[in-house]
C-alpha cells in the first residue's frame, strides 16, 4: 500500500492500527485460518499434528514486516489455542510462540529477498512494460495521474501502487472515491497482475523469486524422508507476491489474485512401498476452508506427485549458489549493490518512498 496525494485516507491517524499494519479482520482472519490447520491435521483430523507446541514440531518463519510477523503470531494463535496458563500466570491463556524474522537484507534459503540480479532484471522490464502499458492506455494514466496526484505519467510503475492502495481502501474503509470507481478494479488490475506475473517472468527470474522458498520445502521434505528432520510443519509468513509465485512457478492455472490469508500447502505422504509422494493444495482466502488440491503439471495428471518426479519438475527453478547467482551483471549494479542504502534508494524506489511519505505525515 502506498498512500497518494489525493486519498480521503492519506493521515496515519485514518487507520485504526496505522499504516502497513495488520488489521483486526486480518487477525482474526490469520487465527481462523490456524484454527482450520489444527482441526484438518490435528488430533480429530489427520492426527498429524500433536495438540500442544513443541519447536520439535512446528516452525514459523516471517519476512521482516510488521504485518507478516503479526499474521504469522495470529495464525499460530489459532493452531495452538491456549487451553492453559503454561506456568505464566493462571490469568492468563497465551503460548509464546517463536516467529522466525528473516531480515529484508539478508541473503537466505527461505525468501532471498536481498538479490541485485533480480532488481536489476525487474528495474528493465518494468520501464518496458509500463511504458508499453502507458502507451496502450494513454487516457487512463493521465486520469488517474489527475485524479490521484501521484506522477504516474513520470513513473508508470506507480499505477500498481495505486490499485494496491485502492483495494485495501475497498477491503478495509467499505469505500473508495467516487472517482476511482470507473477504473477500480478494472482495468487498474491489470496492472497489479503484471506486476505478480513478472516475477516468474522466466526461468532466471523464478529461480530467484519462488526458487528460494520451493528449494526450502523441497530440502525439508528430503531430510524428513531421511530423518533428518522431525520438524511437523513448517509454515512462511509472507505476501502475495510470494504466493503468486509459487502458483505461477508450478505451472498451475491462475483465475484470481491472490487474497488475503491464501496459502499454498506442500503436503508430504509416506507410501506402503516406503516411497513419498507430494500433494499440493492452494488455500484462496477467508472463509476458504476446504483448500483445492492441484494438479502439478507433468505429474501425470494426479494431484500425488512422486517426491523424485516432484524434485524433478522443480529442479531448473532451484537456485544453487542464491548469493552468487543473486550479483548483478553491469558495473552500474555492482558497484551500486556495495552501497545497500544507495541500492535501496535508486532501484527501490517505491518502498523508500512509502517509508517517507509515511514519516512526512507523521510529521
Same mark, same amino acid.
Given at each position: 500500500m502506498m498512500a497518494y496525494p489525493t486519498s480521503p485516507y492519506s493521515n496515519?491517524?485514518? @487507520?485504526?492500527? %496505522? &499504516?502497513?499494519?495488520?488489521? *483486526?479482520? %486480518? $487477525? #482474526?482472519?490469520? &487465527?481462523? &485460518? %490456524?484454527? @482450520?490447520? $489444527?482441526?484438518h491435521y490435528g488430533p480429530n483430523g489427520l492426527k498429524f499434528l500433536p495438540p500442544e507446541y513443541n519447536q520439535r514440531d512446528y516452525r514459523v518463519y516471517s519476512t521482516d514486516t510488521d504485518r507478516t510477523i503479526q499474521s504469522a503470531l495470529a495464525n499460530s494463535a489459532g493452531i495452538y489455542v491456549p487451553r492453559t496458563s503454561r506456568g505464566i500466570d493462571e490469568s492468563i491463556r497465551w503460548n509464546a510462540i517463536p516467529v522466525r524474522s528473516i531480515m529484508v537484507n539478508e541473503y537466505d534459503t527461505v525468501f532471498g529477498q536481498f538479490c541485485p540480479a533480480l532488481t536489476e532484471i525487474l528495474d528493465k522490464l518494468r520501464k518496458e512494460r509500463f511504458g508499453n502499458m502507458k502507451a496502450k492506455y494513454p487516457d487512463l494514466f493521465q486520469y488517474a495521474q489527475q485524479k490521484s496526484g501521484m506522477k504516474i505519467l513520470e513513473n508508470p510503475f506507480l499505477t500498481v501502487f495505486l490499485s494496491d492502495t485502492l483495494r485495501v481502501e475497498k477491503? *478495509? #474503509? %467499505?469505500? /473508495?472515491p467516487g472517482w476511482a470507481e470507473p477504473i477500480f478494479p478494472s482495468p487498474m488490475d491489470v496492472f497489479f497482475k503484471e506486476l505478480l506475473n513478472e516475477y516468474t517472468d522466466n526461468e532466471k527470474i523464478t529461480r530467484l523469486t519462488a526458487g528460494p522458498t520451493l528449494k526450502t /520445502? /523441497?530440502?525439508a521434505m528430503v531430510n524428513n524422508t531421511r530423518g533428518e528432520d522431525e520438524v511437523k510443519l513448517y509454515s512462511f509468513s509472507a505476501h502475495d507476491m510470494n504466493v503468486h509465485s509459487i502458483r505461477r +512457478?508450478?505451472? *498451475?492455472?491462475?483465475?484470481?489474485? +491472490?487474497?488475503?490469508?491464501? +496459502? *499454498? /500447502? &506442500?503436503e508430504l505422504y509416506k507410501g506402503e512401498m516406503n516411497d513419498h509422494y507430494v500433494k499440493v493444495l492452494y488455500r484462496s482466502g477467508p472463509g476458504d476452508t476446504e483448500p483445492l488440491g492441484l494438479v502439478i503439471p507433468g505429474c501425470g495428471g494426479s494431484q500425488f506427485c512422486t517426491l523424485d518426479r516432484f524434485i524433478e519438475v522443480t529442479q531448473n527453478l532451484l537456485p544453487g549458489n542464491l548469493e552468487k547467482e543473486c550479483e548483478a551483471s553491469t558495473e552500474e549494479f555492482k558497484e551500486l549493490s556495495k552501497d545497500e542504502p544507495t541500492f535501496k534508494k535508486k532501484y527501490k524506489y517505491p518502498y523508500n518512498v512509502k517509508r517517507d511519505y509515511y514519516r512526512r505525515k507523521r510529521n
Open positions: 496515519e491517524t485514518d @487507520w485504526k492500527e %496505522g &499504516f502497513e499494519q495488520l488489521t *483486526v479482520r %486480518g $487477525m #482474526k482472519s490469520h &487465527f481462523e &485460518f %490456524g484454527k @482450520w490447520i $489444527m482441526d477491503s *478495509v #474503509k %467499505g469505500k /473508495i /520445502i /523441497i530440502n +512457478a508450478l505451472r *498451475v492455472p491462475l483465475s484470481e489474485l +491472490a487474497d488475503y490469508t491464501s +496459502a *499454498v /500447502i &506442500f
